[in-house]
């Protein structure tokens, strides 16, 4: 399958998102190119939005609706390191996108808070893992959470895209993303049940375009 037809796919099922079509098509070439070129997706969001961001990376690492199976050569390797543990590894390691959920730190997300400047807790992170080439996928519904602004400005400083998840509103977030896609909604529970689909079609594309040889 044409990985843009899950985008017809969304838009079927949620026709209230047609205005976004092209902020999602825009979002996955970005994230399209980032793995292309060998590199990770960096994704931070509070409450909710930090379940979304564990979530993603939970379809990202692991196979979503394809398994993923090791070539025979990537077998052999593990074999050729240890042939017991190398067949179990074989069978059943899974190829991955990586992606890393910066909400998922908590040591390391006290020990600056406690130490340092609270807010900057994400900025931090993205300071230590972001590189030029990465993206960073900001989940806000406000589009003006602190933390996720100023994790974004360091991205951008290090030459990183970055795509936001909003509400519909206009906000600071969306001035420093390279796309923002919008949920038409305003309040914070209607804005996540609109994330949940968009982030899910943007899985399916990026599994389909890099894992869909899988199924021919």
């Known amino acids: 399958m044409n990985p843009l037809k899950q985008v017809d796919i969304l838009i079927d099922r949620y026709p209230e998102l047609i205005q976004q079509r092209k902020n999602i098509i825009d979002a996955y070439s970005i994230l ?23 979530h993603i990376v939970g379809e990202l690492m692991k196979g979503f609706e394809k398994s993923r199976k090791f070539s025979e050569e ?16 074989g069978e059943n390691l899974q190829y991955a996108l990586p992606a890393i959920s910066l909400d998922g730190h908590s040591s390391l997300s006290t020990a600056y808070m ?35 602004v100023y994790a974004s400005v360091v991205a951008k400083a290090k030459k990183m895209k970055t795509i936001a998840l909003t509400g519909a509103k206009d906000s600071k977030l ?43």
Do not use: W
């Not at 399209?32 to 564990?54: Q, R, V």
């Not at 996540?192 to 021919?216: A, D, S, V």
């Open 114 to 148: 406690n130490d340092c400047e609270p807010v900057l807790c994400f900025a931090q992170q993205v300071n230590g893992f972001g590189k030029e080439g990465d993206v960073f996928l900001a989940i806000s519904t406000s589009g003006n959470s602190q933390n996720i």
């Open 74 to 89: 990537d077998k052999k390797a593990l074999l050729d390191v240890d042939n017991e543990m190398g067949k179990i590894l």
């Open 174 to 216: 969306s001035e420093l993303a390279d796309v923002t896609i919008r949920s038409t909604n305003t309040r914070t529970y209607m804005i996540q049940e609109h994330h949940l689909p968009i982030y899910h079609c943007l899985c399916l594309m990026l599994e389909e375009r890099f894992f869909g040889k899988e199924n021919e």
């Open 32 to 54: 399209e190119k980032c793995y292309e070129n060998g590199g990770k997706i960096l994704i931070a969001g509070n409450g909710g939005s930090a379940s979304d961001s564990e």
